[in-house]
C-alpha cells in the first residue's frame, strides 16, 4: 500500500514515483515465483507419476502444477506482509494532479 502523504481523496488523481530498482525486483518475484513453482510442480508431477505407472500422468502432473502455483501464491501473500511491515517506500505519491 502506497502511504498517503499528500492527503488525497478517493477519486483524486496522483502522480506515482518508483525506484526502479525496487520496481523490477518486486516485479520479478511477482511473475516468475509463481511460473517457477509451475514448471517445477509439473516436473516433479511427472516424475513421481511416471514412477508409479499411472496411465494419465499428463493431466495429474498439470494438476500438481497447478497445486503449488496455489503454494506459492500463499509464499507471495506473506512476503507482501513482511515487505509491507518494512514500510520499504519503494513507490510514492508525489503529488496530486
Known amino acids: 500500500m502506497i502511504p498517503n502523504d499528500l492527503d488525497a481523496k478517493v477519486g483524486d488523481f496522483v502522480e506515482v514515483k518508483a525506484e526502479i530498482s525496487s520496481l523490477l ?6 511473475y516468475m515465483i509463481p511460473f517457477i513453482f509451475l514448471i517445477g510442480g509439473i516436473f516433479i508431477g ?11 500422468r499428463e493431466i495429474l502432473s498439470f ?21 509491507e511491515k518494512r514500510d520499504d517506500e519503494a513507490i510514492k505519491a508525489t503529488r496530486i494532479l
Open 63 to 83: 494438476l500438481s502444477g497447478i497445486v503449488s502455483v496455489m503454494i506459492s501464491l500463499l509464499i507471495l501473500k506473506f512476503m507482501d506482509k513482511r515487505v
Open 25 to 30: 525486483k518486486y516485479t520479478f518475484i511477482l
Open 46 to 56: 511427472n516424475f513421481l507419476f511416471r514412477n508409479v505407472n499411472i496411465d494419465s
